[in-house]
């Protein structure tokens, strides 16, 4: 009996039609560590507090909206203990250091040149702060 359809693999059918496999971009996360001098901040009043509160927010959320966030993260109060190795434990952060650690976030991305774009409308640039960018070692 003549058969008059021809089974082709569909990996041949869709690369006879152009069709090209679909790569994705394997995601790293990355760290973004939040750093500003607390003594140089500038004393804000209740309402300048929240509209920065809404900048943050709107920032986070745009990332989000890229489906780029991995965790929020939170701020980080501004008193804490340092361990150190031969078991002194001191009040930290260190106070000769000028910045402070105010916060972190963790987002996804396919390289640091990435992370770092979705770092450069973050809030704390406009007051002087910086964003460290690490990318996250994992076990």
Same mark, same amino acid.
């Given at each position: 009996?003549?058969? $008059?359809?021809?089974? &082709?693999?569909?990996? *041949? ?5 152009? /069709? ?12 973004? &560590?939040?750093?500003? @001098? /607390?003594? #140089?901040?500038?004393? !804000? ?5 929240? !509209?920065? #509160? ?5 920032? =986070?959320?745009? $990332? ?6 991995? @965790?929020?993260?939170?701020? +980080? =109060?501004?008193?804490? *203990? &340092?361990?150190?190795? @031969?078991?002194?434990?001191? @009040?930290?952060? /260190? #106070? ?7 916060? /972190?976030?963790? =987002?996804?991305?396919?390289? +640091?040149?990435? !992370?770092?774009?979705? !770092?450069?409308?973050?809030?704390? +640039? ?14």
């Amino acid at each position: 009996m003549n058969n $008059i359809f021809h089974f &082709v693999p569909i990996q *041949n059918y869709r690369s006879s039609l152009g /069709y090209k496999p679909l790569k994705f971009k394997k995601m790293k996360e990355f760290l973004f &560590v939040f750093r500003a @001098d /607390y003594k #140089t901040m500038p004393q !804000a009043s209740p309402e300048q507090m929240q !509209a920065n #509160t809404q900048r943050w927010m709107n920032w =986070v959320a745009g $990332i989000a909206a890229q489906g780029k966030l991995v @965790d929020r993260g939170n701020r +980080l =109060v501004s008193t804490g *203990n &340092v361990l150190r190795s @031969d078991g002194i434990i001191s @009040d930290g952060p /260190y #106070t000769e250091i000028k910045e402070s650690i105010l916060g /972190y976030t963790l =987002v996804k991305a396919a390289s +640091l040149a990435e !992370a770092t774009g979705l !770092a450069k409308d973050c809030p704390i +640039l406009s007051f002087g702060g910086n964003v460290e960018i690490r990318e996250i070692n994992a076990l």
